[in-house]
């Protein structure tokens, strides 16, 4: 099964407008960790923004915002102001429990988010 | 502070032959991941470590991959012989060890062609 899935396999969005990135997850456990990853075309995998499962706020990181909606399972991610530098492809991941030795790291398949001028 | 360094960053072999990828994690991370991401799709992880232990192998197709990272530190990703099915981007990621927002920093990743 799926742990990450995210949606939407392209989205468009309009230089200066914001856009929002849909990643729902599945996991039985209660502690675990939600990161959204930018990857543009020279391969670089970027951090952008973490969500823990017991924060009772929403994170933000300058443009970048996550809605998380912890009873749904979803932690979108909100561009704000969208620049053509933000063109990428976008992850959803979830760091959760595994076993002694640590915790698993898992992504979602992506969305390519294209910013028109 | 050098980040989690990969090589070759490119690598075009004929199938059948063997190959081989090299990660440096950040100093003091103790896991190491190695992913394989194929085009357009997200990074699907090939193996875990934690110090020097595999403590996560389950994806790794064992009849012609390996790996080992000999003292905890660096690491070796070894294919052989080579399908044409392999060609992907190998990208390995190193964190602390720990709790849930420990976040995992990505190599440039090794991308290779399998002709």
């Known amino acids: 099964a799926q742990k990450i899935t995210q949606t939407q396999p392209g989205m468009f969005v309009q230089e200066k407008e914001a856009v929002t990135l849909d990643c729902t997850y599945d996991t039985s456990d209660p502690s675990y960790g939600l990161f959204w990853y930018k990857q543009p075309s020279s391969g670089e995998m970027i951090f952008l923004i973490y969500q823990g499962s017991y924060d009772q706020q929403n994170a933000t990181e300058g443009r970048y915002s996550l809605n998380f909606q912890k009873a749904r399972k979803s932690a979108n991610l909100v561009i704000s102001a969208s620049q053509l530098g933000d063109s990428a492809m976008y992850f959803c991941?979830?760091?959760?429990?595994?076993?002694?030795?640590?915790?698993?790291?898992?992504f979602g398949p992506g969305t390519r988010l294209s910013v028109l001028p | 502070e050098a980040g989690v360094v990969q090589s070759p960053r490119y690598k075009i072999i004929e199938k059948k032959q063997p190959v081989a990828f090299w990660c440096n994690p950040i100093?003091?991370?103790?896991?190491l991941y190695w992913y394989r991401q194929n085009l357009g799709q997200g990074p699907e992880l090939l193996i875990r470590?934690?110090?020097?232990?595999?403590?996560?192998d389950s994806q790794l197709p064992k009849d012609r991959f390996s790996a080992e990272r000999l003292k905890g530190v660096d690491s070796t990703l070894k294919i052989q012989p080579a399908e044409l099915g392999d060609s992907a981007v190998y990208l390995c990621a190193s964190s602390l060890s720990g709790g849930a927002n420990t976040e995992a920093f990505f190599g440039q990743g090794t991308r290779l062609t399998v002709v």
């Open positions: 991941a979830m760091r959760e429990p595994w076993d002694n030795y640590g915790q698993n790291f898992v």
């Open positions: 470590y934690e110090n020097e232990e595999a403590v996560d």
């Open positions: 100093s003091g991370h103790n896991t």
